[in-house]
């Protein structure tokens, strides 16, 4: 077995050309805290400075019952800090607007209004995007367990239900994106059934009606 190598510390003048070893392990140290300072706080920092805006989205859900996935497409409207559109344009009209507590359905001529606070489950599913979209990790956390993954420029977060009966209708949900902007939405059901939303670049705030 050979002789192990010398570390050799780099020269500084003021310790007579020669950096001390300690100090040369300080400076490491916070070179790393420097390249790992992209986290959750971080992140939702960056969500939580969102003007807001539209972008357009592509949606394909599969279920184990049908050979191929059913899609749609239209846009998705948000506009803080807690109006959230869902203008969908295929395969048919429909929209979902959600503002406060209350989430509305128009579909064909009809419209229906719901309190979340009378439907949970679905209350903790429109949070997830709602509370993501505002980096709003306090209502986040108040459902899910959260955890981060990847760099600034491209991240995912992953949520996880902590109750047995919202984790009876999701298993998990993928939110991935870039900086400020979230790119993908993935919804993964116990059942194996999934969905997957894309989110184009935003196109700018919009003005609410």
Do not use: C
């Not at 992140?43 to 749609?72: C, H, W």
């Not at 239900?161 to 993928?174: C, D, H, M, T």
């Not at 939405?185 to 059942?191: A, G, K, R």
């Amino acid at each position: 077995m050979g002789d192990s190598p010398r570390v050799i510390p780099p020269a500084h003048p003021a310790f007579g050309g020669r950096l001390p070893l300690a100090s040369l392990l300080l400076l490491l140290l916070a070179a790393g805290v420097q390249a790992g300072e992209w986290d959750l706080d971080r992140l939702m920092e960056r969500l939580a400075q969102n003007p807001g805006g539209r972008v357009d989205f592509t949606e394909k859900t599969y279920m184990s019952i049908l050979d191929l996935p059913v899609e749609g497409s239209g846009e998705l409207v948000y506009i803080p800090p807690d109006r959230l559109e869902k203008r969908t344009v295929e395969p048919r009209p429909e929209v979902a607007s959600l503002q406060g507590g209350e989430l509305t359905l128009e579909r064909g001529g009809q419209r229906r209004t719901l309190r979340l606070d009378e439907y949970p489950e679905a209350a903790a599913f429109v949070e997830s995007i709602r509370g993501t979209l505002a980096g709003d990790r306090a209502a986040l956390e108040r459902t899910y367990r959260l955890r981060l993954e990847g760099g600034e420029d491209d991240w995912t977060l992953v949520l996880e239900p902590q109750g047995l009966r919202l984790s009876a209708v999701v298993r998990r949900i993928e939110i991935r994106g870039g900086g400020a902007e979230v790119r993908r939405i993935e919804i993964l059901q116990p059942d194996g059934d999934r969905s997957v939303m894309e989110l184009g670049p935003p196109q700018g705030p919009r003005t609410p009606p």
